[in-house]
């Protein structure tokens, strides 16, 4: 019977050196107020989960960058939020890695949204870039005012004030903005039945 003569792989046992200095991640674990003490040992292995994390995260969004059209060798925040985003392993971080969006959007949203619950029928939204003659709230200057999502004679966009493809009562948020809507129509007075 012959011999076997392949080499035995290395063990990939902890050496005792970790990239991330270990005395910061300890004082990271003291700030916890539900941990009294913790071991060396326990900061140890936290100190290597969090080092194999990054290099998860890391290699994920390499992935991201190598993916696009123009491949980069250089890892960019929207190459981490593209990798949070489509992986259902790293779900949990879509709050800390948020998605870039334009300034602009994120304007004509917020402005949107107050309009909308304050009971507002203008809508303000900033000028289109493809039509700059035509102005946010009225069409082309003429005087006509953009109600409930619409232009009142022939524009060139609408508006619309809320999505009607769900159903009511499916979102809290829409009971609270007919409460605040009914509140404001009745002269700050509430009807309260019971």
């Known amino acids: 019977m012959p011999y076997n003569t392949s080499a035995i792989p290395p063990r990939k046992e902890p050496t005792g050196q970790t990239q991330l200095p270990l005395s910061r991640v300890k004082k990271i674990i003291n700030q916890d107020s539900d941990i ?13 989960a969090a080092e194999m994390f990054i290099q998860h995260l890391a290699e994920e969004a390499n992935t991201q960058a190598k993916l696009e059209r123009k ?65 946010a709230t009225t069409n082309g200057g003429g005087g006509n005012p953009i109600v409930n999502g619409s232009v009142s004679s022939g524009g060139a966009f ?3 004030l809320r999505n009607d493809d ?29």
């Not at 980069?72 to 593209?82: E, H």
């Not at 800390?96 to 203008?122: E, F, H, I, N, S």
């Not at 009562?169 to 409460?179: A, F, K, V, Y």
């Open 36 to 48: 009294a003490m913790c071991s060396n040992n326990a900061a140890f292995v936290i100190t290597l």
């Open 71 to 135: 491949p980069r060798r250089n890892i960019q925040y929207k190459d981490v939020a593209n990798a949070v985003s489509t992986h259902d392993r790293l779900e949990f971080l879509e709050d800390v890695v948020p998605k870039t969006a334009p300034y602009k959007k994120v304007k004509v949203t917020a402005l949107a949204t107050q309009a909308r619950l304050r009971g507002d029928l203008k809508i303000p939204e900033e000028r289109p870039e493809s039509s700059p003659q035509v102005s």
């Open 158 to 160: 609408t508006v619309p």
């Open 166 to 194: 769900r159903q009511s009562g499916d979102d809290p948020n829409e009971q609270l903005e007919m409460e605040m809507r009914q509140a404001t129509g009745r002269d700050g007075d509430v009807r309260m039945t019971g």
